[in-house]
Nanobody, 124 residues
Framework: QVQLVESGGGSVQSGGSLRLSCTASGLTVTTNALGWFRQAPGKEREGVAGNGRDRRTTYADSVQGRFTISKQSAKNILYLQVKSLKPEDTAIYYC??????????????????WGQGNQVTVSS
């Protein structure tokens, strides 16, 4: 059974940092394309960072230079390091996986496996 479990969220002040983790079971992070998405109240879910099977990464313009996606194959964990947080980064953050293509993508419609979400709240 495939499971993706996020952790590491919380409440921080503007300018702060967090490291989100996504522990995978039932699939391996090295053979799947992975991504981090977020959904703020009243808004659609949007992709923020993608990591392809080819190890390339892609980022949304809004987080470029502040967020870093990485994975640790030995522990089968996907990470999202977030820094210089802004109040507009407040959202529920989800990790996701798919096996259809090798390239990194922020297209949420190709992802078939999703975590339950983890809240990140940034106060000004």
């Amino acid at each position: 059974q495939v499971q993706l479990v996020e952790s590491g969220g919380g409440s921080v002040q503007s300018g702060g940092s967090l490291r989100l983790s996504c522990t995978a079971s039932g699939l391996t992070v090295t053979t799947n394309a992975l991504g981090w998405f977020r959904q703020a109240p009243g808004k659609e879910r949007e992709g923020v960072a993608g990591n392809g099977r080819d190890r390339r990464t892609t980022y949304a313009d809004s987080v470029q230079g502040r967020f870093t996606i990485s994975k640790q194959s030995a522990k089968n964990i996907l990470y999202l390091q977030v820094k210089s947080l802004k109040p507009e980064d407040t959202a529920i953050y989800y990790c996701a996986a798919h096996h259809y293509a090798a390239a990194a993508t922020l297209n949420r419609y190709v992802f078939t496996r999703w975590g339950q979400g983890n809240q990140v709240t940034v106060s000004s």
